[in-house]
């Protein structure tokens, strides 16, 4: 049999151009594969990361019900010395109280319906990223916990409502007890985040100063946990959940918070399969095709073959062998190529600010960083194989029932 399989390999160079055109092909198809898959793990780590970075969190512990009722009135009073807790707990790096109200901001130009979200500005740094993404105020906008009557908006908000640092502005939202109240701030800060709705949507103000006006007290609305990495949430979420014995309190991951995110990525991972398939039926026809000539073309040999012995089984081995030869040649050079070129954009990052507003409305930002999954490289070795397999099979069931007498008359 490995006489069988050499003597293909050498078969394949027997025609080197024919040949070389199907291995392009294949390699081709492999590039732009593994280019696709890494571009789009890019975008969705970077989606994930930028939701978390800015409101999920990884890790959250709030009320019952609260994700879908963003009121004072699904708040909590944090049990004592459970922050510290939290803080010793192994591959957390940071812990913060947050309060979240649905309600609307107003300026003498314009109005906006938005979540105010009330930040220990200090504590706030060790969950999320929103110190890094201020571009307007002093001090880059990001306010200390000195600061009472103060708020940071986005600029999509600020450009809405005609609004520059300095300028105040009006909070109206339901409290604790249902009563309408209002409350004027000034704007310390301006922010721009990767994520559209993020910024259309969301204001910051100090924890205290909301906890008073919408008399709140003590109470909260979660705990946002930041652990070292994304994978270390479930086990994070597992031991915390411990440091709570209400009933009414829950701790969930950002897997749980965003459920719609998670399936979504599913999807799309899906159907990117599905578009690889399709391509590589057509890479299958090809190399079906070119292994259809390269019989006829050794039609009289290949009787030659069953006339001094050669069974048909081993010819069955030898055509197929030389349709995975090039399949291997061919993925071989488009991983290649592919790895390398995902290296670099890896490191230097591939910016599509041309396409930016489409960028935030995915949530990725406009510098994507491709990233090559070891599940990748082994679906495209899948595919690529069974692709060879699959197209060989024909040509080497029609060269293995050749009848040596017709093909030893075959001109």
Not at 214 to 242: F, H, P
Not at 273 to 298: K, L, P
Not at 340 to 345: A, M, R, T, W
Not at 360 to 382: A, E, F, N
């Amino acid at each position: 049999m490995i006489l069988y399989i050499k003597l293909a390999w050498r078969n394949i160079w027997r025609n080197k151009r024919r040949s070389l055109v199907v291995i392009t092909s294949i390699g081709m198809g492999v590039f732009l594969m593994i280019i696709t898959m890494s571009i789009v793990n890019g975008m969705n780590y970077q989606m994930i990361d930028n939701t978390i970075s800015t409101s999920l969190g990884h890790v959250s512990i709030h009320k019952k019900g609260f994700i879908e009722n963003i009121k004072p009135s699904y708040s909590f009073k944090p049990s004592p010395g459970i922050y510290e807790k939290i803080i010793r707990t192994g591959h957390v790096t940071g812990a913060a109280s947050r309060i979240k109200i649905q309600g609307m901001v107003r300026s003498s130009e314009a109005s906006q319906g938005v979540v105010i979200t009330g930040i220990d500005p200090l504590k706030e740094k060790t969950v999320s990223e929103l110190f890094k993404y201020m571009v307007e105020g002093q001090g880059e906008g990001y306010p200390d916990s000195t600061d009472r009557e103060w708020i940071v908006i986005s600029k999509q908000t600020a450009e809405k409502l005609d609004l520059v640092p300095g300028d105040r502005l009006v909070l109206m939202f339901q409290d604790a007890d249902e009563q309408i109240v209002a409350e004027s701030f000034y704007v310390r800060g301006i922010f721009v985040s990767p994520i559209d709705t993020f910024d259309k949507f969301t204001v910051f103000t100090g924890i205290k100063k909301l906890q008073s006006i919408a008399a709140m007290g003590s109470s909260i609305s979660e705990i946002s946990i930041r652990t070292e990495t994304r994978n270390d949430a479930i086990g994070v979420c597992d031991t915390v959940k411990g440091f709570t014995a209400d009933p009414g309190i829950e701790t969930v991951t950002w897997q749980q918070m965003a459920p719609s995110m998670v399936s979504a990525i599913r999807l799309y991972d899906a159907l990117m399969f599905i578009f690889f398939g399709i391509i590589f039926i057509t890479v299958i026809f090809s190399v079906a095709n070119t292994m259809i000539m390269a019989i006829m073309e050794r039609f009289h040999e290949i009787g030659v073959m069953k006339c001094i012995g050669t069974r048909p089984l081993n010819i069955f081995i030898m055509i197929t062998s030389e349709a995975i030869n090039l399949g291997l040649a061919g993925m071989a050079a488009g991983l290649a190529a592919s790895v390398i070129l995902v290296e670099i954009f890896a490191y230097t990052g591939m910016d599509l600010s041309i396409f930016s507003e489409s960028m935030r409305i995915w949530g990725t930002g406009s510098v994507i960083y491709p990233l090559l999954m070891i599940k990748d490289i082994v679906s495209s070795v899948i595919i690529v194989f069974m692709t060879a397999v699959i197209s060989s099979i024909y040509p080497a069931i029609k060269a293995a029932r050749i009848k040596p007498m017709e093909a030893l008359n075959f001109l």
